[in-house]
């Protein structure tokens, strides 16, 4: 237990397990739209920049929607084919497939959630006022997502059918001020014993006071 009362092997677990899933989401078990909201109404609590609370999602879970956002994402398939060439190792090489293989199904998967922002930047933005922009949402997103995980449920962070904005946009109906920053395809998970991944150690990606190296 934790100073802040908190039980520190169970915070840590839901930290180290909470993984991209694509090949363990469950396709045919439907996902109750009030625990949806439960997880948005926590992701909710996430800092946000200048307080502005700017977050908006858009759940879809009717078939057709479904189908239409797929149907988008799967043109973006080139474009992983064209990673997974330069894929540095073994372990990315094989996200990359697996990615190109989710991207065929996905538009199976019972519900797909878009975390907008209401209110488009100036394409002059400044970096830091980009960074706080999408900042604000996506520790939201983040949020989100755990909370999902210590319900049972997977999800995946995806962003390729920006690729196609346009044409998602129309699908989705939304205004030209709110803009799409991700989409998570989300289902029940077919068991629940997702085990940390391989990450070098800490010393080797932390700098200390200056950049060193």
Not at 29 to 42: A, G, K, S
Not at 88 to 109: C, L, M, N, P, W
Not at 193 to 200: G, I, S
């Amino acid at each position: 237990m934790s100073e802040a009362g908190f039980d520190l092997a169970e915070i840590d677990r839901l930290l180290s397990t909470t993984r991209a899933v694509r090949r363990r989401l469950d396709l045919s078990r439907p996902v109750p739209r009030e625990l949806l909201l439960d997880c948005i109404r926590l992701s909710q609590q996430a800092p946000t920049g200048t307080n502005a609370q700017h977050w908006r999602w858009v759940v879809v879970d009717e078939p057709d929607q479904r189908r239409r956002l797929a149907e988008l994402y799967a043109r973006g398939i080139p474009l992983l084919e064209e990673s997974a060439k330069s894929a540095r190792d073994a372990q990315t090489k094989t996200v990359y497939d697996h990615a190109r293989d989710f991207a065929s199904r996905i538009g199976e998967v019972p519900v797909l959630v878009v975390p907008c922002l209401e209110g488009r930047l100036p394409p002059d933005a400044p970096s830091v006022v980009v960074t706080t922009y999408y900042g604000s949402i996506y520790q939201a997103v983040w949020s989100f997502q755990l909370a999902l995980r210590s319900r049972g449920l997977g999800s995946l962070f995806t962003t390729m059918h920006l690729a196609f904005e346009d044409e998602a946009r129309e699908v989705l109906g939304l205004p030209p001020d709110v803009v799409q920053t991700a989409m998570l395809p989300v289902a029940w998970t077919v068991g629940t014993d997702f085990r940390p991944a391989r990450r070098p150690p800490p010393e080797t990606i932390t700098h200390w006071n200056r950049w060193q190296g």
